[in-house]
């Protein structure tokens, strides 16, 4: 099958915005392959209006932040169990369009259903669609910040083993940092709640599916085509998204990076490539033992040691062509003939060497940057600052709220895996609802027989009953 050449960014889209009367609307035109959809959105925009400043709007049983492919199914299941979710799926949130990171991706040849390859913003447009069939309410609007320490720390039975709840005073999992609407944060009980530059909301239980975005290099023709770079026209940072393109495919091509996922993404791309070369800075890969051997093991990988890129040049057709590196003038295999410890150390730059490699295709495997600086400390996170969730699970530390996708998966980072979880987030929440409400009806009727004047033992059994309500 010939797959038809990804068209730049430029040529794909027109963008249009109007503001009027505190109004931003956005108009998407896709005028590319014939199509004729049209696609406007408007939202409200604010002005400065801090969260302290703002009352809630809305109210919501789940409010589901992101708009990708865990956030969409995530909200799918939710609108279907009629909770009324309401998705925020972001404007430019972490400098990407709503969708998250499938939208800066070309075509997609793995995603279950879609027999023939699907654009990444196609697919995306798809999930929103779906969502919306079944009255998921979509606000394109980017929270920027949330309240979840509230003193509720009811747990359902099955949910939560293996991560305590978090509150003001745990202060053996940290002290939070301070919020700017700190004044509200001594509520006793639920709702949580959520801002965006132009409303305030509360909602019962929150999923979180803000993604991550990958980290890039900043060099000439790294960047977007509108700054003159290759960005998605041979620069990416995900091999299994892009490596089979046919820009790619039957050439060589260069990976950034010296850690697991650079060996993976570059033992991944031999199937596809002629060549490929991994650029590393050190004269010592970063990556487990195992791998590392493998990688230098396999005939079609060339390592080059003590480089990193400096320049991307573009070929006839506007794409990638070749890249500049620079390395060092020491020979890192006479230091370390294994490529495993470091002994060289980084010469100056005016000792270094320029190469010129021609490479139909460069990955970045330097790691990805979780979005989560919004949560400003009120969710445990790990030491790479994804959301820690109970194995096999997407219940995090604060009971009530769910984290689904890549803002939780330091491993696979894939679309597939990502919908799985915004299904089990949602299931999760969905369950823990049904919890909360039967232990408000428990509690409501033990204050019942208190107010009737039941007796001490009528008391007693009341209070057994929500102790087990809430029993871990």
Not at 21 to 29: D, G, T
Not at 117 to 143: C, M, N, W
Request: hydrophobic share 40%; glycine share 10%; with cysteine.
């Amino acid at each position: 099958m010939r797959l038809q050449q990804q068209q730049p960014m430029s040529q794909r889209y027109r963008f249009r915005t109007d503001f009027q009367k505190n109004v931003h609307f956005k108009l998407i035109v896709p005028i590319s392959r014939g199509s004729a959809s049209l696609r406007v959105r408007a939202f409200q925009t604010s002005e400065n209006i801090g969260p302290e400043k703002q009352q809630p709007s809305l109210h919501t049983k789940v409010a589901i932040i992101g708009g990708g492919p865990a956030g969409h199914t995530a909200a799918i299941y939710a609108a279907r169990a009629e909770l009324e979710p309401i998705v925020f799926e972001g404007f430019m949130a972490a400098g990407i369009a709503p969708g998250g990171q499938l939208t800066t991706t070309t075509y997609v040849e793995n995603f279950p259903g879609f027999v023939e390859p699907i654009l990444g913003y196609e697919l995306t447009d798809k999930f929103r669609q779906h969502s919306a069939r079944y009255g998921t309410q979509i606000l394109t609007e980017t929270v920027t910040n949330v309240d979840l320490l509230v003193h509720d720390t009811f747990k359902p039975p099955g949910l939560y083993r293996g991560l305590p709840s978090r509150s003001m005073e745990d202060t053996d999992l940290g002290a939070p940092k301070p919020l700017a609407h700190a004044e509200e944060v001594q509520r006793p009980r639920r709702p949580f709640k959520l801002w965006t530059p132009s409303r305030c909301i509360t909602a019962d239980t929150i999923i979180i599916a803000t993604g991550a975005s990958a980290r890039r290099l900043s060099f000439p023709g790294s960047g977007d085509e509108s700054e003159g770079g290759f960005w998605n026209r041979g620069i990416s940072a995900c091999a299994i998204c892009d490596g089979t393109s046919p820009l790619i495919r039957n050439k060589p091509v260069a990976v950034v990076g010296g850690g697991d996922s650079a060996m993976e993404e570059a033992m991944f791309l031999t199937r596809y490539a002629s060549k490929v070369y991994i650029v590393h800075r050190f004269d010592y890969l970063e990556a487990s033992k195992a791998m590392a051997r493998r990688a230098l093991a396999n005939p079609k990988i060339e390592i080059k040691w003590c480089s990193q890129v400096v320049e991307a040049h573009g070929n006839d057709q506007g794409n990638l062509g070749s890249i500049t590196i620079a390395r060092s003038p020491v020979d890192a295999h006479k230091s370390a003939p294994v490529g495993l410890s470091g002994t060289v150390p980084p010469p100056p730059p005016s000792a270094l060497i320029r190469e010129r490699l021609d490479v139909g295709g460069l990955f970045f495997a330097i790691g990805h940057r979780p979005a989560t600086d919004f949560l400003q400390g009120q969710l445990d996170l790990d030491e790479y600052g994804y959301i820690v969730t109970v194995p096999g699970s997407t219940v995090t530390s604060v009971p009530g709220v769910f984290a689904a996708g890549d803002v939780m998966d330091r491993s696979f980072r894939q679309a597939i895996t990502a919908a799985g979880r915004g299904c089990m987030a949602a299931l999760e929440a969905e369950r823990f609802l049904h919890a909360l409400h039967a232990a408000a009806d428990v509690i409501g009727a033990a204050t019942e027989q208190r107010q009737n004047g039941q007796g001490v033992a009528a008391k007693g059994s009341s209070a057994g009953e929500m102790a087990a309500a809430a029993e871990v």
